[in-house]
C-alpha cells in the first residue's frame, strides 16, 4: 500500500481520555477511530492486524479438530429464556424490541445457539467429540467501557465450543484446548499466566483464565513462591493459619468506646486482628429474582480477612450481592458496627426460619473472639463457636492476598498481581444441555444429557495487549506474525534517483512475498516520515534517499533494534529475508 493513497491520517497528539499506552497509539497510528463509548472502527491497518490474529486462530482451532462456522448475533427470546439467561443476563445483554411481543438478544456470547444446533444436529455419541468456533462480533452493555480495545460494548470474539457424551470425553479433549490457546497467545508474541478462575455467569465445572499480567488489569491473580499455582482472586485458595485454643474463656461483655473499626477493636483489646470476627451485612437475589424475592446475609469472617462477594456468591447459589441498608439490619435485631449472631434467632438450614448466618472457614482456626455485643459501644471477649453462637453454614467465602500461605502445596507464599484476561476456558459440562433437555444416544442406546466446553478470546483486546507488551516511547513495535505489513518503506528527499530506485524496490519486495507499506509522499519531509514510522511499527523499516545512496545503498532498520545497516541495492531483497 501506498500512503499516499491512503485512508486517514496519523495523530501527533492521542486523545485526552486514552489512559493506556495500546489506546494512544492505536489511534495515534491510525489504526482505530472511535464511534461512541466502548465502540471503534477498525481503519486498513488495524483491521489488517485483526485478520492476521483471525488467521492464527483458525490455523490452531483447525488443529484441534475445530470447524470454522458463523452464527447470528440477533438472538430470538425464547432461547435464552430456556437456559434461564434472559434475566440473568439483563445487566449487559442489549435487547431489541421488535414489536407485537418479539424480542432479541444482541449476542453477548453463544452458548444457547449452540445447543440449540446440538440439539438439531446431534444424534447419538457417533456424532461426538464435535467442535465449532466462529469469529464473530459480540455486543455486551458495560456500564464503564475503558482502555480502548480492553472493555467494549461492540466487540470481535473467537468463540468455540465442543460437545461430548460424557464428563470423561470432555476431561480428555480439554488439554488440547488448553494447549491450542497457549498455541495462540506464543504466536501473537505475548507472554500469559494461565491460572485456574471463576466459571461466573457462564456456569459449568470449572475454567481456566489466561491473563496477561499489567499494572492497569481489571483482573487480580495469586501466584504462589514455591509451587506453579496460580488462579483467579475470585477462585484462589489458601490455608488458614491458626488453632483452636486449648480452653475457652468465659464469654464476657466489655465496652468499647469510639472503637469503630477491627483495627481500634484489636488495639482497645490488646489481641491481633486475627483473633476478632467481624460482620458483613448483605441482601443476596437469586438470579433473575426481584429483590423482595431475596434474602438477607449475615457474613462472619476473621478480622484479619476480607470477603469474596464472587466466592460468597457463588456458596449462595450465584446470587446478586448488594450491601444491607442499616434499617434491614436493625431488622433482625442487629446492630451496625457492633453486630454478631450472639442471641439471634439462626436459620438452621436455607429453608428454616431466622437469620441465615454464612461464616468463613477461618473462623474455625482460632477462638476466644472479640465479637459485636449488638449494643452501640460494647463487644464480647471469649466468644467461640459454636458454644456462643450459631451459623447456617460454613464455607470459603475468603479473599486471599499478599502474604497468605499456599492452599495447594502448602509451603509457598502467594502474592497477588493485576492482570488483563485474555482468554478464557470453561468446562460447562451440563449446564445448557438440561435446562433445554438436549441428549444424545449413547451406545447402550440410552439418552445422555451432551456435556459442553466453550472457549473465548476477544481479538481486539488481544491486538491492545500485544500494543501494551510491544512499544516504546517512539510507538509501536509489531511481532511480525500480527504486525500489518513485514516491511515499512520509505523515499526520502526530492530527487529523481532514489524515488525510481524505491518505487522498484517497492515492486521487487512484493513480488518476493514480503507485504509492504510504502511511504511515497512527495511533500512530506523526512523527519515526518520516520516518526511515522516508529509510531506505526512495522517490523522492518528501509529507507532510500540520496544520502543513503551516497553510503552504498538502502538503509535497513528492525523496529525493535537500534542499529542501522546500509545495504547494497542488489543485496537488498537477500538481506531482509535474512532478517
Not at 427470546?77 to 430456556?82: A, D, K, T
Not at 484446548?177 to 470449572?206: E, H
Not at 502467594?414 to 438436549?438: D, M
Not at 516520515?529 to 528492525?558: Q, T, Y
Request: charged share 25%; glycine share 10%.
Amino acid at each position: 500500500m501506498k500512503l499516499s493513497r491512503s485512508f486517514g491520517k496519523t495523530l501527533r497528539e492521542a486523545p485526552s481520555d486514552a489512559e493506556m499506552a495500546s489506546h494512544k497509539l492505536l489511534i495515534r497510528a491510525n489504526f482505530i477511530r472511535p464511534l461512541g463509548a466502548g465502540i471503534y472502527t477498525y481503519m486498513p491497518l488495524g483491521y489488517r492486524v485483526l485478520r492476521n490474529i483471525h488467521d492464527i486462530m483458525s490455523e490452531e482451532m483447525d488443529d484441534v479438530m475445530g470447524q470454522e462456522m458463523l452464527m447470528p448475533n440477533m438472538h430470538p427470546r425464547e432461547l435464552w429464556e430456556r437456559t434461564g439467561r434472559w434475566e440473568e443476563m439483563s445487566g449487559i445483554m442489549m435487547k431489541i424490541d421488535a414489536g407485537g411481543s418479539r424480542w432479541y438478544g444482541m449476542s453477548p456470547t453463544h452458548e444457547e445457539v449452540v445447543v440449540d444446533l446440538i440439539s438439531r444436529e446431534v444424534d447419538s455419541y457417533r456424532d461426538m467429540p464435535r467442535m465449532v468456533y466462529h469469529i464473530s462480533k459480540k455486543f455486551r452493555d458495560e456500564a464503564r467501557p475503558r482502555g480502548g480495545m480492553i472493555r467494549l460494548r461492540e466487540f470481535i470474539m473467537k468463540d468455540a465450543y465442543s460437545m461430548h457424551l460424557n464428563e470423561e470425553g470432555l476431561d480428555e479433549y480439554y488439554p488440547d484446548m488448553y494447549q491450542a490457546y497457549l498455541n495462540i497467545f506464543n504466536r501473537c508474541g505475548i507472554d500469559v499466566v494461565p491460572v485456574q478462575a471463576d466459571v461466573g455467569a457462564m456456569g459449568g465445572k470449572s475454567s481456566h483464565e489466561f491473563l496477561f499480567p499489567h499494572e492497569t488489569g481489571e483482573d487480580d491473580f495469586i501466584q504462589c513462591s514455591n509451587c506453579d499455582y496460580a488462579a483467579n482472586v475470585e477462585a484462589a485458595v489458601f490455608v488458614r493459619t491458626g488453632s483452636k485454643p486449648e480452653s475457652e474463656d468465659a464469654l464476657e461483655k466489655i465496652e468499647t468506646p469510639d472503637c469503630k473499626t477491627i483495627q481500634a477493636v484489636a488495639d482497645f483489646c490488646g489481641v491481633a486482628t486475627s483473633q476478632t470476627l467481624k460482620a458483613v451485612f448483605l441482601w443476596a437475589t437469586p438470579p433473575g429474582k426481584s429483590e423482595k424475592e431475596g434474602k438477607f446475609v449475615f457474613v462472619v469472617i476473621r478480622g484479619d480477612l476480607d470477603v469474596n462477594e464472587v466466592k460468597l456468591s457463588n456458596a449462595l447459589g450465584g446470587m446478586e450481592l448488594r450491601p444491607a441498608t442499616e434499617e434491614e439490619i436493625k431488622a433482625i435485631g442487629a446492630t451496625p458496627g457492633y453486630a454478631s449472631p450472639i442471641g439471634l434467632n439462626v436459620a438452621k438450614d436455607v429453608e428454616s426460619d431466622g437469620v441465615y448466618v454464612i461464616a468463613d472457614t477461618s473462623m474455625d482456626h482460632g477462638g476466644n473472639y472479640v465479637f459485636g455485643a449488638n449494643d452501640v459501644g460494647y463487644h464480647y471477649t471469649g466468644a467461640n463457636y459454636p458454644r456462643d453462637f450459631a451459623v447456617t453454614e460454613i464455607a470459603d467465602i475468603a479473599e486471599a492476598g499478599n502474604g497468605h500461605v499456599c492452599g495447594v502445596c502448602g509451603d509457598g507464599t502467594l502474592s497477588s498481581r493485576k492482570a488483563i484476561e485474555a482468554g478464557h476456558c470453561f468446562k460447562l459440562g451440563v449446564r445448557y444441555s438440561v435446562p433445554t433437555n438436549t441428549t444424545a444416544l449413547g451406545p447402550d442406546g440410552k439418552p445422555y444429557h451432551v456435556y459442553m466446553g466453550s472457549y473465548g478470546i476477544g481479538l481486539d483486546r488481544l491486538m491492545a495487549i500485544i500494543v501494551e507488551q510491544y512499544h516504546d516511547e517512539y510507538g509501536i513495535m509489531w511481532p511480525r506474525s500480527v504486525a500489518p505489513y513485514d516491511i515499512h518503506l520509505m523515499s526520502l528527499g526530492k530527487e529523481e534517483e532514489p524515488k525510481a530506485i524505491c518505487d522498484q524496490m517497492y515492486k521487487d519486495l512484493k513480488a518476493a512475498g514480503f507485504s509492504v507499506i510504502y511511504d511515497d509522499r512527495p511533500k512530506v519531509n523526512p523527519g515526518v516520515k520516520f516518526k511515522d514510522a516508529d509510531l506505526m511499527g512495522m517490523p522492518i523499516r528501509i529507507s532510500i534517499g540520496k544520502r543513503s545512496l551516497e553510503n552504498g545503498g538502502a538503509e535497513v532498520k528492525l523496529r525493535s533494534a537500534s542499529d542501522r545497516d546500509i545495504v547494497a541495492i542488489d543485496d537488498l531483497i537477500a538481506h531482509v529475508k535474512s532478517l
